[in-house]
């Protein structure tokens, strides 16, 4: 995904998401959840650079809802474990992922 947020990067190797053909989107298989950055997405960057933005498809779709990527991904991983899936070494690459967020946006381009 070009320019993607590495939170949704990460999201998109767990099993219950694909990526979109449109590029920085993941939709979940299970609900059809869409899910992308909010900080980038329509310009949004009053947004918390840690929150994720989910929409559903059909007459819905223009509402969008926020919620706090931290709390998404450990309900993801969660998710992913029903599946069989080891999450030990998930969660590290997840923590990475959430410092190449704050990395990319922080003023200076790194975070104390």
């Known amino acids: 995904m070009p320019d993607a947020n590495p939170i949704v990067e990460f ?7 694909a990526v979109s053909r449109r590029g920085n989107q993941l939709i979940h ?6 899910v992308d950055d909010a900080f980038s997405a329509s310009g949004m960057h009053d947004v918390h650079m840690f929150t994720l933005r989910l929409r559903w498809p059909g007459p819905a779709g223009h509402i969008e809802h926020l919620v706090e990527a931290n709390r998404y991904v ?7 474990q ?5 999450i030990c070494g998930l ?3 997840a923590e ?3 410092n190449d ?4 946006r922080s003023p200076e381009g790194s975070v104390e």
């Open 74 to 80: 450990e309900f993801q991983l969660l998710e992913a």
């Open 96 to 98: 990475r992922a959430f």
């Open 82 to 86: 029903q599946f069989g899936i080891e």
């Open 101 to 104: 967020v704050a990395n990319a």
């Open 29 to 34: 298989l299970k609900t059809g959840c869409i």
């Open 11 to 17: 999201l998109g190797t767990l099993p219950q998401f």
């Open 91 to 93: 969660r590290k690459i």
